[in-house]
């Protein structure tokens, strides 16, 4: 699954709340109801509800129906696109700081000492 530019934007966007965060963090443990979700939080139901759309909105979280109980479960799979993109980026700058290791190490055995330069 590949994310596009305006999946990305919301879903950092989304995650940018430390309430959203946290339900992201517990919905890691298994799929929960709002009022279960809303326990840790000193804020409204209908606050957290709020939250949930955005993540929804994102593609973070999902609503199923099981009888009477409506639990919000975690897609893995947009966590997963997430993770690959910042990890493109974490590769391409690691490569950069193991050439420049690399350079560094290479000059410093070149290098000739300092008595030598100054006669």
Do not use: C
Not at 21 to 29: K, N
């Amino acid at each position: 699954m590949s994310a596009t530019e305006s999946d990305l934007d919301r879903a950092f966007a989304a995650l940018a709340d430390p309430v959203r965060r946290a339900i992201v963090a517990r919905l890691s443990r298994g799929p929960a109801t709002v009022n279960e979700l809303a326990e840790p939080f000193e804020i409204s139901k209908q606050a957290v509800s709020k939250h949930i759309q955005v993540l929804e909105h994102a593609g973070l979280v999902s609503r199923t129906r099981d009888a009477q109980r409506r639990p919000v479960h975690l897609q893995a799979a947009r966590l997963e696109a997430l993770t690959a993109w910042i990890d493109h980026y974490r590769l391409v700058h690691e490569q950069q700081f193991r050439k420049l290791d690399a350079l560094l190490a290479s000059d410093v055995t070149t290098a000739r000492p300092i008595e030598e330069v100054k006669t």
